[in-house]
């Protein structure tokens, strides 16, 4: 992984499956410019000795034999505000992927992510990217695109920002959303630090979740997990 970072990252694991728990601790202790910090194989013990390790990055399953990963993340997210948390699981269905973004998450990869690809993901999490596999950013976008936006009277966004908000939900970074909307980078970031102060959300993913949950008054419908 190239070191752009000013510092190592510091990173802890979450899974229960310990042959794939000692696969990722042994990439993360080799990868150049990480630095692991713990690694638990349920759900209490993370609640319990994650707060002490304030890791920079916790890539967490989802589906814990003692609990849920997402619910893992929703409740230490307020008391590791400074965590990015990374899900990294077998389930690729919108189901699981909104709810993780909802709960906190700031990124989304399938387990079977390449070594490589896994730790460019844990550099550009933590340099406040949102990092997802193809195949997951496919459904995400397919599932924003099978309904149309409709904002309740207690969410009072303006056009400019639930435009901004709709090209954020579809992968667009903010350079892109600037480009394509004709306005200057510092007029993106005003936009999207008044649509998290009214979504009372405190990242790109929550809004991009609270975005799916503002659309329609239908589920998407569920694509069929691989």
């Not at 150049?32 to 399953?61: F, H, I, N, T, Y």
């Not at 056009?159 to 939900?169: G, N, S, Y």
Request: charged content about 25%.
């Amino acid at each position: 992984m190239a070191d752009d970072t000013e510092r190592t990252i510091t990173v802890a694991l979450v899974e229960d499956d310990a042959p794939t728990r000692e696969i990722l601790r042994g990439w993360i202790t080799s990868a150049a410019g990480c630095r692991l910090v713990g690694d638990w194989g349920d759900a209490r013990s993370a609640l319990q000795q994650m707060p002490q390790a304030k890791p920079d990055v916790a890539l967490v399953d989802i589906n814990l034999l003692s609990g849920s990963g997402i619910e893992v993340v929703r409740a230490l997210k307020p008391r590791l505000p400074a965590t990015q948390f990374l899900m990294l699981t077998v389930y690729q269905d919108a189901d699981h992927i909104f709810d993780a973004l909802a709960a906190g998450a700031t990124g989304y990869l399938l387990k079977q992510t390449p070594l490589l690809e896994l730790l460019q993901a844990v550099s550009e999490v933590h340099q406040g990217g949102s990092p997802m596999t193809s195949m997951i950013a496919r459904k995400v976008i397919q599932a924003f695109a099978s309904r149309r936006a409709k904002v309740p009277d207690g969410v009072k966004l303006s056009p400019r920002e639930l435009e901004v908000l709709d090209l954020l939900a579809r992968g667009y970074g903010f350079k892109e959303v600037a480009a394509r909307l004709d306005i200057s980078m510092p007029s993106v970031k005003t936009y999207v630090r008044r649509m998290y102060e009214k979504l009372h959300v405190c990242s790109r993913s929550q809004a991009v979740a609270r975005y799916a949950q503002l659309a329609g008054e239908e589920t998407p419908a569920r694509p069929g997990a691989g």
